[in-house]
């Protein structure tokens, strides 16, 4: 049953509510008083189609809405649950059902099933269980097969409805089934993606096989040969320092002459026999050190541009896993 309609901006009517309560009621006034606007309202609510010259002059949008109360359980209620309206359930088995129309002077239109935005149709569907339309000529609702149902199954009686709620229980429980099939079927195809994925990940790191800290070590010699000419340059100038194969003087034959001297001259004060060994030891370091830095020389020759453009080859498949 209709309880309210409320219309904004629709032809005439600025803002009007209009209390609808059991039994008849009449809408009477002077011509242009608005009348067709109450019948034109109750239509967009329940799915007419939507005309923007309707809306009011100087108004940029119209809207109808329209309270009902309707069973918490049924076509109507199934239909609304289906849309994903909800019902303000009002006990007794009774429930207050809110729909909803809007319509823009541009001509476009909404419409709100239960507080939930829905298509338009869902509204013409509701409308065939809400209203019955009487024309001049027909019973427009005894052409619907919905209402031809609806009277074939109360006159059934009790075994008829009893077999209904039956069915619209097992109609309920095969459209869950459904949807959990439809989760479990998405879930398998989900699952089947992210092996396939996993695999070829795992192909392409075995393909590229990477090892324990190798990315760090591959960039370090990366960076090692890309200054090559700079460290080249440096060691050599310090190993010349340490020891030079020509005849100008080195660290090494520096620390040599300054121990004899120290040696020869220990004999007459001891303490200089404690700086002679450090002197010693100290040209024992130099000697490793031009050592390190002959061989440090000579792995750096044998790198070339080749062994650089492979370590950076190899660089890039390591940071692509």
């Excluded at 809207?63 to 199934?78: C, L, M, Q, R, Y």
């Excluded at 869950?176 to 998405?186: A, F, M, N, T």
């Amino acid at each position: 049953m209709i309880e309210q309609l409320h219309l904004q901006g629709l032809g005439v009517i600025d803002d009007a509510v209009l209390p609808i309560g059991p039994g008849f009621t009449a809408i009477t006034g002077e011509t242009g008083a608005g009348k067709t606007m109450v019948v034109t309202g109750l239509g967009l609510v329940l799915g007419a189609r939507a005309d923007s010259g309707a809306v009011r002059a100087g108004a940029s949008a119209a809207s109808v809405d329209g309270v009902w109360i309707v069973p918490t359980t049924g076509a109507v209620a199934e239909r609304v649950a289906d849309a994903g309206g909800d019902l303000d359930d009002l006990g007794d088995g009774r429930a207050e059902l809110l729909l909803g129309r809007s319509l823009s002077a541009e001509g476009r239109s909404r419409a709100y099933v239960g507080g939930r935005s829905a298509p338009v149709g869902v509204l013409s569907e509701l409308a065939e269980h809400l209203v019955v339309v009487h024309g001049q000529s027909d019973q427009l609702r005894l052409r619907s097969a919905a209402a031809q149902r609806d009277a074939l199954d109360r006159f059934g009686g009790a075994t008829i409805t009893a077999a209904l709620e039956a069915y619209r229980a097992a109609y309920a429980r095969v459209r869950e089934l459904d949807r959990v099939l439809s989760e479990v079927e998405g879930d398998g195809e989900a699952r089947s993606r992210e092996a396939a994925t996993l695999r070829a990940d795992l192909a392409a790191i075995e393909a590229v096989d990477p090892q324990p800290g190798e990315d760090v070590d591959v960039a370090a010699r990366a960076e090692r040969l890309a200054h090559a000419e700079d460290l080249r340059a440096a060691a050599t100038q310090a190993h010349d320092a340490l020891s030079r194969d020509d005849d100008l003087p080195d660290v090494i034959g520096l620390l040599g002459e300054a121990r004899h001297a120290l040696e020869r001259a220990a004999d007459n004060d001891a303490a200089l026999a404690e700086i002679a060994a450090q002197v010693t030891e100290l040209g024992y370091r130099a000697t490793d050190a031009a050592a390190a830095l002959a061989a440090y020389l000579a792995d750096l020759d044998e790198s070339g541009p080749q062994e650089l453009a492979a370590l950076e080859e190899r660089r890039a498949a390591l940071g692509a896993l």
